[in-house]
């Protein structure tokens, strides 16, 4: 069993930056894929990014791509989201979620979520 929680969310104005924080709890963290999804309202969840258990590959949605890095600290059980450059269309609700089996790019490929940190970006 993994629990997962994020934070670091909140409000910040457009070209702000903002990093998000996952602490996991359980001793074979660093042996899954983690990844970042958002959802924002009246939308499906969205694939953000995604970091071996390593670190060693990673891969981005098109849309974060250059402004927006993954990064894991497995002596911490932390992974962490740079976000830069954040623009309005960002906003939305942030889950960080790990995948027992690899490293997947679409929700129903991770086991465990957390519960979510809002991110707000003002125009």
């Known amino acids: 069993q993994v629990q997962l929680v994020e934070s670091g969310g909140g409000l910040v104005q457009a070209g702000g930056s903002l990093r998000l924080s996952c602490a996991a709890s359980?001793?074979?963290?660093?042996?899954?894929?983690m990844g970042w999804f958002r959802q924002a309202p009246g939308k499906e969840r969205e694939f953000i990014a995604a970091?071996?258990?390593?670190?060693?590959?990673?891969y981005y949605a098109d849309s974060v791509k250059g402004r927006f890095t993954i990064s894991r600290n497995n002596a911490k059980n932390t992974v962490y989201l740079q976000m830069n450059s954040l623009k309005p269309e960002d906003t939305a609700v942030y889950y960080c979620?790990?995948?027992?089996?690899?490293?997947?790019?679409?929700?129903?490929?991770?086991?465990?979520w957390g519960q979510g940190t809002q991110v707000t970006v003002s125009s």
């Open positions: 979620a790990a995948d027992t089996g690899g490293l997947g790019s679409v929700p129903y490929e991770y086991d465990y």
């Open positions: 359980g001793r074979t963290f660093s042996s899954y894929g």
């Open positions: 970091i071996s258990w390593s670190g060693g590959n990673i």
